[in-house]
Every structure is written in structure tokens, then in C-alpha cells.
């Protein structure tokens, strides 16, 4: 079925007792259940659907749309461990299931995990896999140093955290350049460090070059604008830093070095001010 997974655009055909029937690409028809109907709904109007599969793996559509199509990647919730493979939250009311053989390392309820969406072949029916290696590209040569990209943070190691970028490519924001708080499954914007010779990308949250300066002298100044005055100077620590400015203190000085030479701050023995 070439609708399955995917978001489709088709006619219905006709009402019944059950909800609405719904003509596929093949002649085929396809229930869309009474409730997800609003009551308004005419034979032959053209509604938009996701379709997969129900409880019983009969082909179903449904009007809500899933965290992820067929082919996408999306950081899900595990809901319930069976000793067969873990159900998923991907936002539908049938969870996504992924079979343990699909695992890339055993899985525990509570915790998220980036998964793709599959087709499985065999059953004709969509299936999770978490061995999320097997589908990253490598080749990233289209990405440059210092280009900003979306990240999907999807694991945390003792390296670092492991983001997705544009649905096929993984980089890696190491642990140690972080300064502000990072959650599995959040999204946030990134920039490019250098690329790997194994094709991943080393990312950080800081713009590279003279742009990080900049971003930083304005996030002091905006402080500075409320407080009047920061207990910070080149002697502070690097925890002081980071507890008060989210930064670390290599950028905290390039900064207010920045501020000083502009002549927007002044630096004393007890911290800055502004001019």
C-alpha cells in the first residue's frame, strides 16, 4: 500500500454506522473511523489523512498526524517493555512499536530514544527501529565551519550530545562546551565545528568566530541593563561565569573585552559596570 506511513490527500467515497470510507490511489477503499469525523463532511471531498495500521494490522486513517512519517526520524517516549520489543509515544492513539531485534540498546520505559519509522516488508505494517546508525549519511561534505543548523538531541554520553541534523546526519556537542541546560529531545540551534573523517560533525551552541563575541557582549549588556552590575572580572572563576552568564570563561573574556574597547563597560577590581 503506497499510502501507508505517509500523509495523503483522498476522496471519500461513502458514509456508514463506522465513519467514512475513503478511496485509495489502488480502487481500494479505507476506513476513517466516526470519530475522527467533524459532521460536516460531503462524498467526494478530498480530506487529509495519515494512514496505518490498527491493533488488529488492518490499514486505517486517522485525521491526527504522528511525530514522524515513514522514513523520518523522531525522539519518542517509551511507554511499555514487553520481552517482544518496547511501544512507543509517537502521537497517535496506537503506539509505534519497535521489536527488540530493532533495538540498538536494550530499552527502558520512561526514557526517550530517536527512532525511525519503518516499513515492515513481511507484515505490511509500520514498525520502530532504534539502530538509528544503519540510516546516517555520511557524506557531509554540504556542511562548512561555522554554518547554523538545527539539533535534535537524542542521546547524552559521557562524551557529549548526540544530535540529529536534517533527518539524515548525526553530530555530537561535546559535554564540556556546554554552559547551559540540554534535554533528550529538544531542539536547538547549533553550529557547525569541523567536519570528521567518519562523517559526523563536531557542533557547538556558540557561532563560530567573531560572532560569538558579539553574540555574547550583547547577552552581558542585557544583563548588565537589569542588574546595573555583574561581581565578575578576568580573576573570576569559571563556575562564577557560568552560574551567572550560562558562558564559559574564555567567552566571557572576549566579551568584555569586546564591551571595553567600545566603550560600553567599565571594569573594576570588584567587577563590571556599564559606562
Known sequence: MEELGK???LLINRFTANGAYLALHNGDELLLPKSYLKGDEKEGQEIEVFVYTDSE??????TNRPVALVDEFAVMEAKEITKFGAFMDWGLMKDLFVPMAEMAKPMEKGN??????CK????????GVSKYEDFIITDTQGFQAGQEVEAWIFDETDLGFKALIENNFEGLIFKNEVFQKIEVGEKIKAFVKKRR???KLDLQIQPIGREKYEEGAEKILEVLKV???LPLHDKSSPDAIKELLGMSKKHFKQSIGQLYSAKKIKITDEGIELV
Not at 57 to 62: G, I, K, L, S
Not at 120 to 127: C, E, G, S, V, Y
Open 120 to 127: 515492515d516488508f513481511q507484515t505490511n505494517r509500520l514498525i
Open 112 to 117: 526517550h530514544y530517536l527512532v525511525r519509522v
Open 227 to 229: 542588574q546595573k552590575f
Open 7 to 9: 500523509i495523503n490527500q
Open 57 to 62: 494490522d488492518r490499514p486505517v486513517a486517522v
Open 197 to 199: 573523517e567518519d562523517g
